[in-house]
């Protein structure tokens, strides 16, 4: 199967001009051969707030919101699967950093996830995700769901890839120039795929990095994106080979695993 990802730059606090901008992105990938397409984090809303109440401006619930909606819809006439980074609120008022897996025609909405480690000042506006870590089968493979920071705790990609995970699809707003290196060790540590798709652009003096990144079970590099630009990249990938886990005849990375000996 072909994945992809989105490497944008979201115009902040402006979801429409976002839509546009993903479907045209979207479209390019899907003209590749694209079969699931990961966006940024929080790529219809920008990253950088400055108070809880310009979040709840934004923010939109999911399923029934138009973010979910208008992705709904996108992955339907594209007849591909999208994961997407979105501020959720929900029918509380809470403010969540969330993202929705979606699919085309006989999918629809699948599940969303809401981000577990939250990053600097995204504590300020945010409740901590309380869904914990999910894996979603599309048919083709099993795609599970972590945001931008859950990468600095390998617990986050290891808990998935026990939980069946094939790929990770990895919404992000990166800052910090470390990431585009730990996640092929990601990949490799659980041996299974990576999507981080990033943004790229600079909002209220916030720099995010860009370098988008595809890597392979074994740590391969597969796609990496510019610091600047915003592109798309579509790499071939085979995730049969994210179910062996076999290093050797002797050594498998989740067999050989001690787990009562990881505590405290």
């Known amino acids: 199967m072909k994945v992809a990802y989105v490497q944008m730059e979201p115009a902040f606090l402006d979801p429409e001009r976002n839509y546009s901008k993903a479907e045209k992105l979207i479209g390019e990938a899907v003209k590749e051969g694209a079969k699931l ?11 950088n707030f400055e108070s809880r109440d310009e979040v709840g401006e934004v923010a939109g619930q999911i399923p029934d919101g138009p973010t979910t909606e208008f992705l709904v819809e996108l992955a339907r006439e594209k007849e591909v699967f999208i994961v997407a980074g979105t501020a959720e609120k929900d029918e509380r008022g809470n403010l969540y950093n969330s993202a929705v897996i979606v699919g085309p025609v006989g999918w629809g909405y699948i599940g ?3 981000k577990v480690h939250l990053f600097n000042r995204e504590k300020l506006f945010f409740r901590p995700g309380n869904l914990g870590f999910h894996v979603f089968n599309i048919g083709m493979a099993k795609v599970g769901v972590m945001i931008c920071f859950d990468w600095f705790f ?5 808990t998935l890839a026990l939980k069946g995970a094939e790929i990770i699809a990895h919404p992000s707003n990166l800052v910090m120039p470390y990431a585009p290196r730990a996640m092929p060790i990601r990949a490799l540590e659980n041996r299974v795929y990576t999507i981080t798709a990033n943004r790229v652009g600079e909002e209220r003096g916030l720099r995010f990095i860009g370098k988008s990144t595809i890597a392979s079970p074994k740590a391969e590099v597969l796609a990496m994106g510019s610091e600047e630009n915003e592109e798309v990249a579509v790499v071939e990938i085979d995730p049969s080979l994210a179910r062996d886990k076999r290093l050797n005849e002797l050594n498998d990375v989740f067999k050989d695993r001690r787990p009562q000996y990881y505590v405290l």
């Open 154 to 158: 390998p617990e986050s990609a290891r």
């Open 112 to 114: 969303k996830y809401r």
């Open 37 to 47: 397409v990961v966006l940024p984090e929080l790529f219809d809303t920008g990253y």
